[in-house]
């Protein structure tokens, strides 16, 4: 992924995340479930483009394709998200924290 120029793809939190974490930018043709939000937001955050649900993404695809690799305004801003993503703890702290919950403990700040 990090050597990707742009991806595309279904707006999944799977392949959305890997491709935000490396600082890909996305063209995104959602499906159901989460990944019409997921298109949305992406959108919202300059990372990439959102286009229409399903097989009516098709013509789309050259132009955002194409956008993708020559405006570097999404570049950048997947750049940026990379770099927010990057700052999160590691998910391992999150087992102390659930720990800590299932065992009913005040969490410390």
Do not use: C, W
């Amino acid at each position: 992924m990090p050597h990707a120029a742009a991806m595309v793809g279904h707006g999944g939190s799977g392949s959305t995340l890997m491709a935000m974490a490396a600082g890909v930018p996305l063209a995104v043709v959602p499906f159901f479930a989460d990944q019409p939000k997921n298109a949305e937001r992406i959108a919202e955050l300059g990372a990439g483009i959102a286009l229409r649900r399903g097989a009516a993404a098709i013509p789309q695809l050259p132009e955002a394709i194409g956008a993708l690799l020559h405006d570097r305004t999404y570049q950048r801003r997947a750049g940026l998200v990379a770099a927010d993503i990057a700052e999160l703890p590691p998910v391992d702290e999150a087992v102390v924290v659930l720990e800590e919950i299932a065992l009913g403990r005040a969490l410390a700040a």
